[in-house]
């Protein structure tokens, strides 16, 4: 005897069964259906449709609060707080359709739980630059142009309410007129600076001007 | 049946909403979404307190939007007669470009990420546009070269390229702030020359 009979009738045996139960079951839902379609009160629709219309409400709310691909958490799986990591065509963060291709950008993570952080950006004059805050789920919190650059700097602190109210305590003159000064009602966030070289030949410019990016954390004394 | 029947009922609902999830979060159709003369923008996307739909989109897709103000982005896939970009064709954006520091404009497939191409062409910024005297520019696109200010689609012999789109990202502009107020007369109108 080949051994090919010897497996055959038996797979052939089980694949028969797994086709009937799968044609069973497609039976049975078919049924389902027809049984839904004959009693099809207006009772079951409006059920149908209000059970649709929660699901999908549900589904909208907690997609930002559940979501693990938001930028915040695709940010924290590369790099570790308060270090900057550039996002360049390389990075598997760099999967972002409708990116300018002039554009570099870089990133750093933080938690306000921990204290202020302070963002210091060297701005370059050649290049177009600014800075944003984002949330933890995705709100942009604030942007800042390099406009608002001092000394060729631009300084921001970042920091909780908590910690805003501490510090109008021991108010500190020579800080307030040093930073741009920026409160979050959030404890996770991420800062996000962008170059955009206005040439091509300028783009190794531009990397290298987001790659300047800081995130110190600074607690408070 | 009595049982089985409702299950049918609550499993229906539970997809039909689920759905629609999917299908609005995955399409262009979301929430704040403004159209002005074709070019397409979501101002929304770039505040702190933005819709549900334009929340779950960010969440869901891991973007990084532009502050509001940072910039703007804006994305047209038809010319201005509605008919769709084509591969095949020469167009031409003429008329006037609003006052941004500066701005670029990208030529995409559908799903918003460059096309290959020979030259390794894919964008043109405010800073690189020839002009005439008058100050005025027209940018054509074709997958032939061609002189001045020239953005290519994909390459001449591969009939490939069905379909694009234009992005055209704004950084450091005013209009961020009033895009509501903006008429089609102030944005870029792409006129179809001819096509192979």
Redesign the interface.
């Known amino acids: 005897m080949l051994v090919s009979q010897r497996i055959f009738p038996p797979l052939l045996r089980k694949a028969l069964q797994c086709v009937r139960s799968v044609g069973q079951w497609l039976a049975l839902a078919l049924k389902n259906l027809w049984n839904l379609v004959r009693h099809l009160s207006g009772l079951a629709i409006l059920l149908g449709v209000v059970l649709g219309v929660i699901v999908h409400l549900i589904t909208i709310f907690l997609i930002p609060i559940m979501s693990q691909n938001s930028a915040y958490h695709r940010l924290m799986r590369v790099s570790t707080p308060y270090s900057t990591v550039l996002i360049s065509s390389t990075s598997p963060l760099e999967d972002d359709p409708y990116t300018d291709p002039m554009l570099v950008r870089s990133a750093c993570h933080f938690d306000l739980s921990q204290g202020p952080v302070r963002v210091s950006l060297p701005i370059s004059t050649l290049i177009v630059q600014s800075i944003s805050v984002h949330g933890e789920r995705g709100g942009v919190h604030y942007a800042v142009p390099d406009r608002a650059a001092t000394n060729g700097v631009l300084s921001v602190m970042i920091m909780s309410e908590r910690d805003q109210d501490e510090l109008a305590l021991q108010e500190d003159e020579e800080a307030t007129q040093r930073d741009v000064r920026l409160m979050l009602p959030v404890n996770h966030a991420f800062v996000l600076t962008r170059a955009i070289a206005p040439f091509l030949s300028l783009k190794e410019k531009a990397e290298e001007a987001a790659s300047q990016l800081t995130c110190t954390p600074s607690p408070l004394k | ?1 009595r049982l ?2 409702f ?4 499993i ?7 759905s ?2 999917y299908v ?2 995955s399409t262009q159709w979301r929430g704040g979404r403004i159209d002005i003369g074709g070019w397409t923008t979501w101002p929304s ?6 819709d ?2 334009t ?2 989109h ?14 703007m ?1 804006f ?1 047209r896939t038809h010319d201005e007669h509605g008919q769709r970009l084509r591969g095949r064709c020469h167009y031409r954006v003429s008329g006037l470009f609003p006052l941004a ?2 701005w ?1 404009l ?1 030529l ?1 497939g559908l ?4 096309i290959p191409n020979p030259s390794n062409r ?2 043109l ?4 546009l020839l002009r005439d005297a008058q100050g005025i520019a027209d940018v054509d696109i074709a997958p032939f070269a061609l002189p001045q200010n020239w953005l290519p689609v994909g390459a001449p012999q591969v009939p490939s390229v069905q379909a694009f789109q234009l ?1 055209l ?1 704004m ?2 502009t005013p209009i961020s702030s009033a895009v509501q107020a903006l008429t089609p007369a102030q944005l870029p109108h792409i006129r179809r020359v001819s096509c192979l």
């Open positions: 049946v089985s029947f299950a049918t009922v609550l229906l609902g539970a997809l039909l909403g689920l629609v999830t609005l979060l996307s770039g505040i702190k307190e933005t549900p739909y929340a779950a960010i969440a869901r897709s891991g973007d990084m939007p532009l502050g509001q103000g940072e910039g982005v994305v520091r500066l670029t990208t995409t799903d918003g990420i460059p894919y964008t910024t405010s800073y690189e992005v990202h950084y450091d």
